[in-house]
């Protein structure tokens, strides 16, 4: 979580400015392709209505002409689906971390699991950087089918109360993570 494609130097959530809220995303494209993480884009949120502020809008920040090319194909895609579509198609300049109570948002919220991750990942860039604790707040925000959990909560080193309370928060919900071609 960070924010931007503003001018506002060293943004806070508090000294927002003109950037927006945003996540950066490290993939590796012979695993998960830009055309797919586009497609989450566009299932994950509806963008069918203007923001209310810069820094809750629509935005697809790209790094090359071929990414800007994918985004506004993408973005006629959505639109047909979805009828107008708000979202901007912004070249990227710089990412810059939101501060640490904005990362992992959903798992600092459960309490126990959020003390369990801490006791591994004591240093915050550690946790903020830690892939089992970005997959544990992915299940808490609703991503994420029961079978999918299961096949993977062992991995993530939480003790049985833990890997309960987890359990707990994912009830046999439909839906999935994006599937890796």
């Given at each position: 979580m960070g924010y931007a494609g503003g001018t506002t130097a060293d943004p806070t959530y508090r000294t927002i400015g003109?950037?927006?809220e945003t996540v950066q995303i490290d993939f590796d494209p012979s695993h998960l392709?830009?055309?797919?993480?586009?497609?989450?884009?566009?299932?994950?949120?509806?963008?069918?209505?203007?923001?209310?502020?810069?820094?809750?809008?629509?935005?697809?920040f790209v790094h090359d002409e071929e990414q800007q090319t994918a985004a506004e194909e993408?973005?006629?895609a959505a639109a047909v689906r979805l009828g107008r579509v708000y979202t901007d198609i912004v070249p990227f300049e710089r990412f810059y971390l939101a501060e640490d109570y904005h990362q992992k948002y959903r798992l600092?919220?459960?309490?126990?699991?959020?003390?369990?991750?801490?006791?591994?990942?004591?240093?915050?860039?550690d946790f903020?950087?830690?892939?089992a604790a970005a997959r544990v707040n992915g299940y808490l925000d609703g991503w994420g089918?029961?079978?999918?959990?299961?096949a993977e909560i062992e991995s993530f080193g939480l003790s049985a109360e833990g890997e309960a309370v987890l359990r707990k928060a994912v009830p046999g919900r439909a839906g999935s993570w994006l599937k890796v071609r």
């Open positions: 003109d950037h927006s392709t830009y055309a797919d993480l586009l497609a989450t884009f566009w299932a994950s949120h509806r963008p069918t209505s203007p923001a209310f502020s810069r820094q809750y809008a629509s935005i697809i993408s973005k006629r600092r919220n459960s309490a126990r699991l959020y003390r369990e991750f801490r006791s591994f990942y004591p240093a915050a860039a903020r950087e830690s892939t089918s029961r079978e999918e959990l299961e």
